[in-house]
């Protein structure tokens, strides 16, 4: 059973948390690489927090240049168990508008260029994705926005593209036609990593733009994303704040199976496991194998 403790991954224009006391960021070592940054360790309230910003502070690195395994790994060797990803969209909706919070629910996955997995070969695993997002955890930002006066649209697909170049607007209108609700280029494959690391997952999308279809805006800039998101900044903080207190009262492991997703997942034999590869697991997946 562990212990619940938040982790927010700060997006585009997230690049600290204020209002934590006893903070320090402090560097965090995986066997995986380097995480994009130091991680911020801090107390909002009294509960445990910790934060990292995904594009390292400064935004240096970019969605396709992110160390997706060292970040998620850094978050569970910190005693992270739930993870709640802050990240700027498009919208590919008209009744999403710049501004709109989005708690997203499912993605498609459209990137190519990046390891997507902890296990490899000679530790083989398959989990399940059918639900990207743990449920409860949905619940509890859709919970802390009500009672922070915050309006946020329950349910959405995030389409993840590669980039960092924006979509063309073939692209964007073909995504439009799948029915995905918004766009950007950093939750995958961060979620199906979380899952690995049996962690809990879910995403507060701020749009901040109408991409590229709407013939009544301009494209996507990052001037704009950047505006938006400035402009959005206060009702971001007040939630991050109003999660904080309900994720403390989860007790016992996660009722939807996020803590427990590689049970049955691990397939090689004990006998063919590559004790390197073992090795590196030992946060991801050391509570099976060390049976
Ligand atoms: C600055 S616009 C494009 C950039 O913003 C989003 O990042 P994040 O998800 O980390 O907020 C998008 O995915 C792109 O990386
Ligand atoms: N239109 C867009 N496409 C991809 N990522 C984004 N992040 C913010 N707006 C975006």
Known sequence: MSKPVLGIIG????????GLTNTQWRRVDSPFGQPSD??????????????????????????????????????????????????????????????????????IDRTFARTKSFFETGLVAHVSMAHPVCGRLGDIIEQAAKDAGIVAVRGGTYLVMEGPQFSTQAES????????????????PE????????????????????????????????????????????RARALVKAIVPQVGGRSGNCAKGCHTALEHAIITHGDKRDPNVVSKLDAVAGR????
Not at 63 to 72: D, H, K, T
Not at 173 to 188: A, E, K, P, S
């Open 191 to 234: 979620a199906k990593l979380a899952r690995e690391a049996e962690m809990c997952y879910a995403t507060v999308a701020m749009v901040t733009d109408y991409d590229c279809w709407h013939p009544d805006h301009d494209a996507v800039t990052v001037e704009q994303v950047v505006k938006v998101l400035l402009e959005n900044a206060d």
């Open 38 to 107: 130091d991680l911020l360790f801090g107390e909002l309230n009294g509960q445990q927090l910790v934060f990292l910003p995904r594009h390292g502070r400064g935004h240096r690195i970019p969605p396709s240049e992110l160390n997706y395994r060292a970040n998620i790994d850094a978050l569970k060797r910190a005693g992270v168990t739930e993870i709640v990803s802050v990240s700027a969209v498009g919208s590919l909706k008209e009744e999403l508008p710049p501004g709109t919070f989005v708690i997203v629910d499912q993605f």
């Open 173 to 188: 209108n073909l995504y439009r036609q799948w029915g995905c609700d918004v766009i950007g280029m950093t939750n995958m």
């Open 11 to 18: 997006g585009s224009g997230v690049y600290d948390i204020d």
């Open 288 to 291: 099976l194998l060390k049976r």
